[in-house]
Each structure stands twice: as structure tokens, then as C-alpha cells.
């Protein structure tokens, strides 16, 4: 096939644009990991870029042989047009760009309806800002069998290059529902029967006297602010990470998976 060596080539401006979030209806997988890992789900492959190290590779032209079965749009790409579209510094010599998957509402409400838990456990992340925080707490979530993860509005994209990689391809797995509004989650959530509780330096129970054989929300605000006070009150339960040494707060994704993991030995 011929080898892509112009940075004005369209393919190459698509990229761009994919990894830049202007095409808001396709992801950008940088990696073999990560590559892979797109073909191991049903989203259409729109474009496939690779570099000749890549091609060379056992391992790439496994994966070449495998992608021509989901796109017909492979392209080799010079070394120094690679470098153009690459998020990473050293990167793999791969590139996917798949289409986005669906999320919503509908899209978590009927992973609960097909899955029938007797306590459904759903993850709401209220203005995350970090994506490595945020890919972090998805790979965990997945870990765990979460039923769905909402993100409110003001959120990090979850679909970014960094969140991605953090992730390693759980957002392309996961139940998601992104760009929620916050009293419209805990609404929803009343709704389904699930329980709220958020984590509160005040709160008087520890995470681990907490009853996780019910049906869940566990709420986390951002790693600014965290929830305000009315958010606060808004949750129909706290908990408390007890700390040692003065220290006041964990990173979010430290804590979600300290949580995480409690609510899922308990259950």
C-alpha cells in the first residue's frame, strides 16, 4: 500500500482532528495495547495508522491481520508524519481511530435491566478535571464489575487521549453516561433504587462500616472542591476514609479504589 509522507494528506488531518477532540463522534487509540483492545469490542474502525517499525514487528503484523477483518482504511505513515499525529512522545508506531461508543442515560438503565443485580453498583463522578485521575478510576471501576459510571457536565472527556491510556480501554467497555447533570444522576438514581453515598471528612461511619449489600451510587466530587454543600446534602449518605498524620484527603482515584475494592469484599 503506499506510505502516507504528506502532513496536509486528509487521513492525516482527520487524525488530527480526532485526537484533538474536534471530531466529537470518534476516539483516538494510540498503542498496541490499546489497539488491540478496540478490535476485542463491536465499534467500527474508521482509519488505521502504522509506521514500518510497527509493520516489522511480530506483534504488528498480528494485528494488521487481524484489523483488515473490522476496516479496509490501513495506511503506513512515514516516521516524521507519524510524529505529527502521535499524542505520545514515544509512541508504539500505532494509531486507531474507532468510532465513539454510545453512552447515556438508556445506556446504563439497560445494562441494569440486562444484568438484573440484586445490588447494582453505579459510580457518579461529579467534575473530574484530571483525565489520568479519570482513566484511573474507570480501569478500577471495570475491575470491580461497576453496572455504569455517570460523569456530570464540566468533566474531563473520558474519550480523551490521556483518559484513554489511564483507562487502558475501560471507557471503551464500561456503561457510560457523560454530560449529566448532577440532580439529574441523583434523580435517576432515587428512581432505580439505588442509595446515594459520597465520601466526607465529616462523615461519623468509615468506609468499612458501611453496608454495601444494597443497591449503590457512590458519588465523588472533583479533586478541587470536591462536592459542595448543598451537593453534599443532596447525597442520602456519607462515609469516612479515616487518615493518619494530619493528613486531610486522598487523590480521588486513590480513594475510589479504596472504596472500590471495600464495597466489593463486602458484597
Not at 486531610?248 to 458484597?267: D, H, T, W
Given at each position: ?28 487509540v ?63 508506531g ?57 460523569l ?34 441523583l ?49 442520602e ?10 493528613v ?20
Open positions: 500500500m503506499p506510505k502516507i509522507t504528506s502532513r496536509d494528506n486528509q487521513k492525516i488531518k482527520f487524525a488530527r482532528q480526532v485526537r484533538d477532540g474536534r471530531e466529537r463522534d470518534f476516539v483516538f494510540e498503542g498496541a495495547r490499546l489497539a488491540e483492545e478496540v478490535l476485542k469490542t463491536d465499534l467500527p474502525v474508521r482509519e488505521v495508522f502504522f509506521n514500518e517499525d510497527f509493520a516489522e514487528t511480530e506483534r504488528g503484523r498480528s494485528f494488521l491481520n487481524s484489523v483488515k477483518a473490522k476496516s479496509e482504511s490501513l495506511a503506513e505513515v512515514s516516521d516524521k508524519i507519524f510524529a505529527s499525529i502521535a499524542d505520545t512522545k514515544t509512541s508504539q500505532i494509531v486507531v481511530i474507532c468510532e465513539k461508543p454510545l453512552t447515556g442515560e438508556s445506556i446504563i438503565s439497560a445494562n441494569l435491566l440486562r444484568r438484573r443485580l440484586q445490588f447494582p453498583l453505579v459510580i457518579l463522578l461529579h467534575e473530574i478535571n484530571n483525565p489520568n485521575n479519570l482513566g484511573a478510576i474507570l480501569r478500577t471501576a471495570e475491575a470491580v464489575d461497576v453496572s455504569g459510571v455517570i456530570t457536565k464540566n468533566s474531563a472527556d473520558v474519550f480523551s487521549p490521556k483518559a484513554i491510556r489511564g483507562a487502558m480501554g475501560a471507557s471503551l467497555r464500561l456503561p457510560l453516561w457523560t454530560n449529566a447533570g448532577f440532580t439529574e444522576a434523580q435517576w438514581s432515587r428512581e432505580k433504587n439505588l442509595k446515594s453515598i459520597c465520601a466526607d471528612v465529616n462523615a461519623e461511619k468509615a468506609y468499612t462500616e458501611i453496608d454495601w449489600n444494597a443497591s449503590r451510587l457512590l458519588v465523588f466530587g472533583s479533586e478541587a472542591h470536591g462536592l459542595s454543600a448543598p451537593e453534599r446534602a443532596a447525597v449518605e456519607s462515609l469516612l476514609i479515616p487518615m493518619a498524620n494530619g486531610e484527603s486522598l487523590n480521588v482515584a486513590v480513594a475510589c479504589g479504596i472504596i472500590l475494592y471495600e464495597a466489593r469484599r463486602k458484597r
